[in-house]
C-alpha cells in the first residue's frame, strides 16, 4: 500500500495553487489493464480534478480538522480498491459489469478506480452531503476522461456504475453492484494513522482523530475461509471506533460481508497512551 505523504494542516503557510496541485499524481498497479493505466493517465493530466482533490483537503483538515481528503487519500483508496478487487475475483467473485453486461474484469477496475479516484471531489463543495455533489463533478468529467478508452454505448455504462460506487459509499448508501461495495469498504480501509495525523497533532483531539492516530497499520492479503483478510494492528484501545463504527458499518451492507474477515490487534501490555488527559 502506498505510504502517506504529509497532507495539509490548519497550522501550515498557505500554498499557491498550481504549487499546490504539482505533485499530485496517483498511482496504482495497472498489471497491463490499458484502460485503467488510460484513465490513471488522463486524470493525472488534469488541473481540474487536482484541484477538487486540492480543495477537497484544504476544506477537511485545513476548515474542519477532518481527516486527510487529499490526492494522497486518493492513491491509498485507489490501491486498496484494486487489491481488493484482485483478491475477490481470483476467488471467483463475479464484478457486476459481468454479471448484467457481460463485460470483463477489467472493465471492472475501471470502474472501480473512477470510484475511488472521484469519491470525494465534493468535499470540494461541502462536507454535508458531500457524495452527492460527488456526483455531480464527476458526471461532468469522467465522461472525457474515458473518451480514449471506451466507445458508446459502453463508455456510459462505466460513468453510470462508478457513480452508484460514489453515491454507495456514503454510511448510508446501499451498494448494488461488487464494484460499489468494493469503493466502500476500500474507503474505510483508509484508517491508518497517518490519516489523522495532523487534526491530531494540530491538538484536534475527539474521538475521530484519537481512534484513527490508535491505527498503526492495516494489511490486506488472500484470506483462508474468505477470500481476503484484513488485518489491522492497534497502538490503543481507542482504535476499535474506527474498526467497530467506522469500518463495520461500511462493511455491513456492502454485500462483501461474507468474503471479507476482519481481525483487529493490540498490543495491550505496551497500550500506548495517547493523552494524558481528556477533558470536556
Known amino acids: 500500500m502506498p505510504s502517506r ?7 501550515e503557510e498557505p500554498i499557491p495553487p498550481r504549487e499546490a496541485i504539482a505533485e499530485a499524481r496517483v498511482r496504482a498497479p495497472s498489471r497491463g489493464n490499458r484502460r485503467l493505466e488510460k484513465l ?3 486524470v493525472n493530466a488534469d488541473e481540474q480534478v487536482k484541484a477538487w482533490w486540492h480543495v477537497s483537503a484544504v476544506n477537511a483538515t485545513r476548515r474542519l480538522a477532518m481527516s486527510d481528503h487529499s490526492w494522497v487519500h486518493i492513491q491509498i483508496v485507489v490501491n486498496i480498491g484494486l487489491r481488493l478487487a484482485r483478491l475477490l475475483f481470483r476467488r471467483g467473485v463475479v464484478p457486476s459489469v459481468t454479471a448484467d453486461y457481460a463485460m470483463g474484469e477489467r472493465d471492472a477496475e475501471v470502474v472501480i478506480a473512477a470510484g475511488c479516484l472521484f469519491h470525494c471531489v465534493g468535499m470540494s463543495i461541502d462536507r454535508e452531503d458531500h457524495e452527492r455533489f460527488s ?49 466502500r469498504v476500500a474507503d474505510a480501509l483508509d484508517m491508518a494513522r497517518g490519516r489523522s495525523r495532523v487534526p491530531f497533532e494540530s491538538g484536534h483531539q475527539n474521538i475521530h482523530s484519537l481512534s484513527a492516530y490508535a491505527i498503526e497499520e492495516v494489511k490486506i492479503s488472500p ?6 483478510r484484513v488485518e489491522i494492528e492497534m497502538s490503543n484501545s481507542a482504535g476499535i471506533f474506527q474498526v467497530d463504527e467506522l469500518l463495520a458499518t461500511k462493511l455491513r451492507g456492502s454485500g462483501l ?7 483487529a490487534r493490540i498490543d495491550a501490555e505496551h497500550e500506548q497512551r495517547l493523552i494524558p488527559v481528556f477533558r470536556i
Open 135 to 183: 456526483l455531480f463533478l464527476t458526471a461532468d468529467r469522467l465522461g472525457d476522461l474515458l473518451a480514449s478508452s471506451y466507445e458508446e454505448p459502453e463508455r456510459t455504462i462505466i460513468v453510470s456504475e462508478a457513480l452508484h460506487a460514489i453515491n454507495g459509499h456514503r454510511r448510508t448508501g446501499k451498494p448494488l453492484t461488487v464494484e460499489a461495495g468494493i469503493v
Open 40 to 42: 490513471l493517465e488522463a
Open 5 to 11: 505523504e504529509g497532507p495539509i494542516g490548519s497550522h
Open 257 to 263: 460481508e461474507e468474503h471479507i474477515e476482519v481481525v
Open 223 to 228: 484470506g483462508r475461509d474468505r477470500a481476503v
